[in-house]
T-cell receptor, first 111, second 114 residues
């Protein structure tokens, strides 16, 4: 079965520290990979995507993600976290006209 | 990216009633998608709606429970019929970009069924 896994329900980080939100996928072929963010009482906002090329993808709000084909991972990163980054983050994979979403990781950035 | 609005933004409904959720997009799109996000869970695709044809439902979702209309290229509705508390969820409308590579989401409709 095709799936996307986010192994951490919650990630806690202090403001100013680097953050990583993990994602691995089990989707056949060469899926496109995405990160979305959901703020409280809001819909999902597109952050970034990987289709092909450079394994490090840069996106909105200073976020970036690293694609690793051998580990089938697509971890979200930011060098210096902000309190305003606190939100729910979803990893997703797209292949054969279908999206597969991870279960979400709640990021808490403490001042 | 497309700008998507949904109405209502939230509602509290009684068991056995129905609610119709509207999704409006600021540009013409071929495919529109309806998702459900149950409390503390990820997104589950309910159906894909193409203009001028019947919606395609995912496993576990049926037209009688979630009828969908797609009268034109910028609008769609999802009805949650004969509601039960298990239908309490966030319902999200989304559209794909030109190449269907990226999906953009509406703000969601938060439904609570008592």
């Amino acid at each position: 079965a095709q799936s996307v896994a986010q192994p951490e329900d919650q990630v806690n980080v202090a403001e100013g520290n680097p953050l990583t939100v993990k994602c691995t996928y089990s989707v056949s072929g060469n899926p496109y990979l995405f990160w979305y963010v959901q703020y409280p009482n809001r819909g999902l906002q597109f952050l970034l995507k990987y289709i092909t090329g450079d394994n490090l993808v840069k996106g909105s709000y200073g976020f970036e993600a690293e694609f690793n084909k051998s580990q089938t991972s697509f971890h979200l990163k930011k060098p210096s976290a902000l309190v305003s980054d606190s939100a729910l983050y979803f990893c997703a994979a797209y292949n054969f006209n279908k999206f597969y979403f991870g279960s979400g990781t709640k990021l808490n950035v403490k001042p | 990216s497309a700008v998507i609005s949904q109405k209502p933004s939230r509602d509290i409904c009684q068991r056995g009633t129905s609610l119709t959720i509207q999704c409006q997009v600021d540009s013409q799109v071929t495919m529109m998608f309806w998702y459900r996000q149950q409390p503390g869970q990820s997104l589950t695709l309910i159906a894909t709606a193409n203009q001028g044809s019947e919606a395609t439902y995912e496993s576990g979702f049926v037209i009688d429970k979630f009828p969908i209309s797609r009268p034109n290229l910028t609008f769609s509705t999802l009805t949650v019929s004969n509601m039960s508390p298990e239908d309490s969820s966030i319902y999200l409308c989304s559209v794909g970009d030109r190449f269907q590579e990226t999906q953009y989401f509406g703000p969601g409709t938060r439904l609570l069924v008592l």
